[in-house]
Nanobody, 122 residues
Framework: QVQLVESGGGVVQAGGSLRLSCAASGRTFSRSYAMSWFRQAPGKEREFVAAISLSGGSIYYADSMKGRFTISRDNVKNTVYLQMNSLKPEDTAVYYC??????????????WGQGIQVTVSS
């Protein structure tokens, strides 16, 4: 069982940056899982943002995030990060951290955080 708690969200102006964190806890530590970020904007479907393998050796991004977002993990701290730069108003969404034994770009992870709001003002 894994519990995930996101932090670092808030309101930022267009062109600014935010760094999201997702702390994992439980009997099974996050180093045993692939980790990912998804987001869901108002009235939109949940979409894939980025994913990282359990070792950090494999990283994947949605095309719209490439060059702006960076996913990383610290397995000592059992934390995954999402550094978001050059933010745009269309990045406004609730961001979710997810974990699973299998890395995927689909909305099929076993464990999810509660979600955290990111608002980018124009």
């Amino acid at each position: 069982q894994v519990q995930l708690v996101e932090s670092g969200g808030g309101v930022v102006q267009a062109g600014g940056s935010l760094r999201l964190s997702c702390a994992a806890s439980g009997r099974t530590f996050s180093r045993s899982y692939a980790m990912s970020w998804f987001r869901q904007a108002p009235g939109k479907e949940r979409e894939f943002v980025a994913a990282i393998s359990l070792s950090g050796g494999s990283i994947y991004y949605a095309d719209s995030m490439k060059g702006r977002f960076t996913i990383s993990r610290d397995n000592v701290k059992n934390t995954v990060y999402l550094q978001m730069n050059s933010l745009k108003p269309e990045d406004t969404a609730v961001y979710y951290c997810a974990a699973d034994r299998v890395l995927s770009m689909k909305d099929e992870y076993d464990y999810w955080g509660q979600g955290i709001q990111v608002t980018v003002s124009s």
